[in-house]
């Protein structure tokens, strides 16, 4: 008999599974982006106030985001916290909130380097035709800033979307994590299942991420 | 003008560095800083249940593993299995509670991270195969084991070892970094060693003959017998048996003391031999003796 394996994606309710895994890190980063794109714009408006001490605070918050580890920050807000103060936080929360977190930071500083991306001649010949101060940042300055924001807001969240694999190590169960349990289960019976359950989870992660990039190229078509 | 951007980029980059070291630091802080932490436990305590709040609560929460199967895993209608999970039913029934699993995973990293959901209050119990370790135990509470793992020896039905003394002069494969290499490096020096750096190879190596025989956990070698005809595991427990037990929070003596009981008193019915004989003889085979990995009252012959 050769078995080639595809039939164990098939195996009782195991595509299910794999679904609802996908459900779960859909979740979990499409609520984290939604939080830090609007966050995001707000830090990055932040970052950009020339004001010493609000210039410190927002490149302390950067750095430590951007340096530690996505998983130290996970272990931190799933273990640390209930270890240093007992707060029991629910480890979809930790997720959540340590990927909004990540998101705000990151998204931040795409927010401020959008902004200085924009040349002074836009604001002075804005200023020259008689425009002021509102005008030109409504009409002038934010739609190029937010064309230029795509691509890399883009690329952002297809990122949160593939790290959330990382909460299985506060033990949820997300889709890659169904997809190793479903080839533990059939290592002996069909020892080629990996293959099938790893071409099963990278198109489920296509499908998740692939709409964004269709609403990207459509945004970036509309804004042209 | 460009010396103030200088000035900017050192004040960054030494930002950064002093941030990362500080990352570092917490990383081993969090890691070793709990065994010196185990006294002040005061604060951890709120976090654990005792046995009367769990059985008030109606539910126990027990982390196992969700893809090391045959012991603890999920089967295709999404329900925990295994040597483990049996185990865990009944401490749920003999509580009188429902059970909940959290999935623990059985990646390197994450024996720190099962230390972490039992020292953190995450789980009641972490009935994960976890083996017990004096370094493990400043961190958690074992309670008595239930099972029992030794090194196991395969080799070809052409040549079958059944004894140290079979193996004087013949070539061994080990692989490296596991316990099967340093029982054999010291206790049998007559022994050559062939070491590979993964289990593949190793098996690799022993299909097209470039050793006489394999050794390592004999959980693995005799589940690994059972899908290879033509071989056989003639040695099933050499050396120190290595225990696995059930993990709680340190110092939840409450919930310890239960569980060292219920372990007892599951002994009397021979309780492991049915959880071995419904999870574990379907992938170990006849051939394999329980008495080589089960442990009954706890207790270690």
Redesign the interface.
Known sequence: MRASGIEVLF????FA?LLEGLWVTVRISLLAVLLSLPLGILFGLFMTLQNPISKAIS??YL??IR???QL?LL??A???V??AF?W?WDAEFSAVLVFTLWGTAEMGDLVRGALKSIPQHQYDSAYALGMNRRQTVLTIIIPQTLRRLLPPTINLTTRMIKTTSLV????I?EVL??G??????N??RYPTASLWVYGAVFVLYFLACWPISLLASYLERRWR | MKYTTIIKKIA?LS??AV??AG?LT??SG?GSG?AS?GNAGE??N??FRTVDEIKESGKVII?VF????PFG??????SYQGYDVYFAERIAKDLGVQVEY????P?S??EY?AV??A????VDIILANFTVTEERAEKVDFALPYMKVKLGVVSPDSAVVRSIDDLKDKTLIVVKGTTAETYFEKNEPDVKLQKYDEYADAYNALLQGRGDAFSTDNTEVL?WA??NPGYTVGIDALGNADTIAPAVQKGNTSLLNWLNDEIKSLGKENFFHADYDATLAS?YGAAANPDSLVVEGGVVD
């Open positions: 195996l009782g309710s195991n599974r490149r302390v750095e430590f340096i530690m580890p130290v272990f931190i799933y273990f640390g209930t270890r007992g029991n299985v190590l506060i033990g169960t994590k169904v190793k349990q479903i080839i533990d289960v290592r002996f | 960054a930002l950064s941030l990362a990352a917490a990383c969090s709990t932490e604060k951890n709120a976090t982390g969700s893809d090391k199967a895993y999920v089967d295709e209608n999404g959290v999935s623990t995973d990646a990293r994450v991270a972490e959901y020292a953190t209050g995450k589940a059972i899908v992938v």
